[in-house]
Every structure is written in structure tokens, then in C-alpha cells.
């Protein structure tokens, strides 16, 4: 299975693309709607991070411009497309553009749209339809970049000025800054990020601060996104497969983050409380981190409804955070818990794998880590000289109930 650092390796690569399909954004956007119909009305949408002529972020905001009410729709690619100057990938099966003579122009491109209708009276308006116009250029723009179309680019930053709201799927090595960048011209936005990401310290504040927080229907766990023709993959391996001559990969830990409002954030989630939890759950006293004040609290499912101090979770709870019913107060991350300050240092102690062999790392690698006396027999646990035991937790989020 692919990991999301093998997915970040592959995304900075130049010859790699990866391809966000089709129903993923449309189930992502619906969701938007269902909260508030009006979410893109009379906005202008901007995907910069997008190959007009492969992204399928243009195909779904070019064909239900009308229905979400746009009023305009900008996309721009980094870089040349493989296909700008063989054919409209976009544009369904249409016929190819002719090549011309000696090596291709490599240019970054620019659609604007302001207008979709259907130019060629067939009753029906598609691709065909947008593809017409632009080569006509009626109400619309397609454009070189005179770079090379880096979100950073100053043609690029005037293009996102212009925007209310920004749609794509950025480069994750480069997701702080783009994030920063959304911040700094204060843009809604609905972008795909790598779990990892929750826990930067440059995200988490956001997160915690309510600016910031996760998308509809990805959960972290497993998705499929296309990649380009010429990627190198391994049929009948799990992470990879190739259907209609498509090649996809599977991907692991990809989430939507945004700052628009959506339904599920405002879900309570439904708990049982502290006693019956361990009554009919799971049978044992809640456990303390041995250097922070705070339970842990492995399952999102097992928070107490009436415990009224922190308790410590798993990332995963951001899936189900309603900002109504908990409030966020850290995280075990350096610098990412000033509300809830750990109690113990851990330099004196050192690293043991369960085979009772050192791997040479001091206690210091665990500072801050949410700690548990004892050992779970599974993973390498820290020891002192007088033989006392802890093991880190994973990545916890601190959270308490929100006062009624």
C-alpha cells in the first residue's frame, strides 16, 4: 500500500502528476451545497494548481458553472501540459489539435471562464461547448502563463486576488506555503492535503484556532488517484491498477481541508459516558499519560460524555470535531501545547526494541510524546536505570468538553 510519504515524494517530482478523479470532488463540493445552496454563487473560483486540459477540478466547475452559479472560473497548470499541444484531454474523445512542426512550444497555461452555454445548438451544453469558445475566444480566455505557472508566481498571485475561492489539489511538500499564502490574501478555500499535515506546527494553530479545519468525505484512510500515462506501476500490486488503460494508485492518508462551513462540523457526536464505557466497552479503567494530565482515550467512539478534564485522542477525531461540543487545547507536538505543558522530561532514559535491544536513541526522542507506563509487547518502548517503563501513545490531540 502506498504511504503518504512515498504520495509526497512522487508529488515533488516533476514527471509526476497525480490526478484527483472526477467523483471525489463532486461528492466533496455536493456536500458544501447541502449545508448552504448558495456556498459558489456569484464567486470566482480559482483552481491554480490545475492542467486545464487534464485537471478534472476545470472539467467539474466548467460543466456545472451555471448550476453552481459562478461567476467565474480560473485555472492554471505549473509547467507544460503532456497534452496541451496534442489534444483537449479534457474535452472527452474530441479529435486531436493538430501538431506543428519541430519541437512543441512548453508553456504553463490560463483558462478564464465568465460564460458557458451551448454554442453549438444541440441542446446540450458539454466540454464541446467550452472547447468552442475558448478556441473562439467568446467571453473567455486561454492563455500561456509567461512563467511557468508556480502558485507563488506574481501572474499567479494577481490571478488569486482576483479569486473568492480556491479549489485544487496542491503539491504536499509544498503545503505550508500554500497555505500560508491562502491565509495571508485571506481566501476561502477547499484544498487535498496528507494527514501528516494536521500535525505541523504551522497547521495545527489554525486548526485549533477554529481557521482552519477538515473537509466532507475523505477520512484519511485509503483513495485512488490517477496518475499519468507514462508513471511506472506494477499490475496486480495491491497500491496499483490499471483500468479503461488508465493507470491509479492508491494513496493513503489524503483529507480535505478547508474554511468553508459544511454540515458535519455542526453533527454532535454520540457518546456514552465515563462508566459505562468501561462497563460494556472497554472493561478497564481510564489510563493517565505519566507526563501530561490528561487521559487516553485510544478510540474517538470511547470519549466520555461526563469526564470534565482532557482527554487525550487519536487525529482522527478532527473527522468528528464539532466546534460546539469540544473545544481543541493542544496537541503532543513541540510547541502545540501550551494550555496542557507536559510534567516530565525523559533524557535519563533510553530506547529498547522488544527483543531487548537498544536502538541507541536517548528518552529525549520522546519528550512531549503522550507517554503510558508499561509495555505493550509491540513497539520499542524507553527504560531507565532503576528498569521503569513507558511507550508513546501515538499522535494525540488534547480536547475537552465545551462547557453548556
Known amino acids: 500500500m502506498a504511504n503518504s510519504s512515498s504520495f509526497n515524494k512522487a508529488k515533488t517530482a516533476k514527471s509526476d502528476e497525480f490526478y484527483t478523479q472526477y467523483d471525489d470532488?463532486?461528492?466533496?463540493?455536493e456536500a458544501y451545497l447541502e449545508y448552504n445552496p448558495n456556498t459558489f454563487r456569484g464567486k470566482a473560483v480559482y483552481c491554480n494548481c490545475d492542467d486545464p486540459f487534464e485537471s478534472n477540478f476545470f472539467r467539474y466547475f466548467v460543466l456545472n458553472f451555471n448550476k453552481l452559479g459562478l461567476k467565474q472560473l480560473i485555472t492554471t497548470s505549473y509547467k507544460p501540459s503532456p497534452v496541451a499541444n496534442t489534444q483537449l484531454g479534457l474535452?472527452?474523445?474530441?479529435?486531436?489539435?493538430?501538431?506543428?512542426?519541430?519541437?512543441?512550444?512548453?508553456?504553463?497555461?490560463k483558462f478564464i471562464i465568465n460564460e458557458v452555454h451551448d454554442i453549438d445548438g444541440?441542446?446540450?451544453?458539454?466540454?464541446?461547448?467550452?472547447?468552442?469558445?475558448?478556441?473562439?475566444n467568446k467571453h473567455n480566455e486561454w492563455t500561456p502563463l509567461e512563467a511557468d505557472g508556480d502558485f507563488r508566481s506574481p501572474e499567479c498571485v494577481d490571478l488569486l486576488k482576483q479569486s473568492d475561492i480556491v479549489i485544487t489539489n496542491p503539491p504536499f511538500s509544498l503545503f505550508r506555503p500554500y497555505i500560508k499564502q491562502l491565509f495571508d490574501h485571506k481566501k476561502k478555500f477547499i484544498i487535498i492535503g496528507s494527514l501528516n499535515a494536521i500535525t505541523y506546527k504551522e497547521i495545527f494553530p489554525l486548526i485549533k484556532n477554529n481557521k482552519l479545519w477538515l473537509g466532507v468525505t475523505m477520512d484519511g484512510r485509503n483513495k485512488w488517484f490517477q496518475v499519468p500515462d507514462d508513471y511506472p506501476i506494477r499490475e496486480n500490486v495491491a497500491n496499483s491498477k490499471i483500468e479503461g488503460g488508465k493507470k491509479f494508485l492508491f494513496v493513503k492518508g489524503c483529507l480535505w481541508f478547508t474554511n468553508l462551513d459544511h454540515g458535519r462540523r455542526h453533527q454532535s457526536l454520540p457518546l456514552m459516558t465515563k462508566a459505562d464505557v468501561i462497563k460494556f466497552v472497554t472493561k478497564k479503567q481510564f489510563e493517565k499519560y505519566d507526563n501530561y494530565d490528561v487521559i487516553e482515550v485510544s478510540l474517538v467512539k470511547n470519549i466520555p460524555s461526563d469526564y470534565k478534564g482532557v482527554m487525550g485522542v487519536p487525529i482522527s477525531f478532527l473527522n468528528k470535531y464539532n466546534p460546539d461540543q469540544f473545544e481543541i487545547l493542544g496537541a503532543t507536538q513541540r510547541g502545540c501545547h501550551d494550555e496542557v505543558p507536559d510534567t516530565k522530561k525523559y533524557n535519563d532514559y533510553w530506547e529498547v526494541r522488544q527483543n531487548g535491544s537498544k536502538t541507541g536513541s536517548s528518552g529525549g526522542k520522546t519528550n512531549e510524546n503522550a507517554n503510558l507506563v508499561g509495555n505493550d509487547g509491540k513497539k520499542n518502548y524507553f527504560i531507565n536505570k532503576e528498569g521503569r517503563i513507558i511507550q508513546s501513545a501515538y499522535q494525540r490531540i488534547f480536547i475537552k468538553h465545551k462547557k453548556k
Open 122 to 136: 444541440d441542446g446540450e451544453f458539454n466540454l464541446k461547448d467550452v472547447a468552442k469558445q475558448l478556441k473562439a
Open 25 to 29: 470532488i463532486q461528492k466533496e463540493i
Open 91 to 109: 474535452f472527452g474523445d474530441d479529435k486531436t489539435l493538430i501538431r506543428t512542426k519541430g519541437r512543441p512550444k512548453i508553456t504553463a497555461n
